[in-house]
């Protein structure tokens, strides 16, 4: 492992070489969305990596979704923040076992979260999501 670090004006810090693994999370679509738009609108959330490199992507029931995500957002802290949104039918969404988000970077193991219909059905309203490290 190498670091190399810089500092600029003032004491600000630049360290290349270090990465911080983001923590990603899903979170489920709105019971009202579903009734009142018949759409299913997940959001994937990966917070705290580094460098600004990471991208994230979908799976639904393992099948590779396409969507946009958000360039990383510098954080007070110097760590980012990455976010993209999914939305399905509410047929997809009713037939799907497991819609994951996945934080990828070469050279680093891939970060997942996902949610599933059924926790969404068991524990309404609370914020579902497992990670899994890849290692």
């Not at 670090?5 to 600000?12: A, I, M």
């Not at 999370?25 to 009202?32: G, M």
């Amino acid at each position: 492992f190498v670091s190399l670090w810089w500092t600029f004006g003032s004491g600000t810090k630049l360290d290349v070489g270090s990465v911080t693994r983001p923590k990603v999370s899903v979170l489920p679509p709105s019971s009202a969305e579903i009734s009142s738009k018949k759409t299913a609108t997940l959001v994937c959330v990966a917070s705290k990596g580094f460098p600004s490199d990471w991208s994230l992507s979908w799976k639904v029931d393992g099948s590779s979704r396409s969507q946009e995500s958000s360039a990383g957002l510098l954080e007070k802290d110097g760590l980012y923040s990455w976010s993209s949104s999914l939305t399905l039918s509410e047929q997809e969404w009713m037939e799907s076992v497991s819609v994951s988000c996945e934080a990828t970077r070469s050279g680093q193991p891939a970060l997942t979260g996902h949610v599933t219909r059924q926790q969404c059905s068991d524990r309404s309203a609370a914020l579902l999501t497992h990670v899994s490290h890849g290692d």
